[in-house]
């Protein structure tokens, strides 16, 4: 069951292979408005790397594809390269917030082939929906330790939270 339009967009692209809703999706996330800094130094957008095993079953990352899409919008390149999952994790759609943050700590690394390219700069993570955001910052945490200055996030929609209308 979907509770919106957004939510129901996002499960079309991620599990009913509605690719051509990515381009549309991204035109969305482009509209955000950032302060003047994170527009001027933002040097790439590097999409949520997606398991292996995942990646098998659906044949694409979501978060690839908006990212992708987004990269030109922004007239920054996409680095699919840098970041990389270290290790296949459960689906957080179950997990207490609790279980997410376990769940992703330490899965994600940086590519020693990318880090000479990742330092000191500021990048912007994609990906499709936020629910606790541990994943973000599990990402982020991994970017930062691999040498990146600043990572900023941009999603095209947040998972409700208990308590929202």
Not at 98 to 112: D, Q
Not at 128 to 141: I, P
Not at 143 to 149: D, E, F, K, S, T
């Amino acid at each position: 069951m979907h509770r919106g339009t957004g939510q129901a967009i996002v499960h079309a692209l991620k599990y009913n292979r509605w690719h051509a809703v990515a381009p549309e999706i991204a035109d969305r996330m482009g509209r955000l408005g950032w302060p003047v800094d994170v527009v001027e130094e933002r040097v790439a957008v590097l999409p949520v790397p997606l398991a292996e095993s995942r990646f098998r079953d659906r044949g694409f990352n979501q978060s690839e594809r908006l990212a992708q899409a987004l990269g030109p919008r922004w007239r920054v390149p996409v680095w699919t390269d840098v970041l990389e999952r270290a290790r296949a994790t459960e689906t957080q759609t179950r997990l207490t917030p609790a279980e997410r943050l376990a769940n992703v700590s330490g899965a994600f690394r940086v590519r020693e082939i990318a880090r000479q390219r990742l330092t000191n700069n500021h990048v912007v993570l994609v990906d499709d929906v936020v629910t606790t955001a541990a994943t973000l910052n599990a990402c982020a945490a991994a970017l930062v330790a691999g040498g990146a200055r600043i990572v900023s996030y941009v999603t095209f929609g947040r998972a409700p939270a208990a308590g929202d209308r």
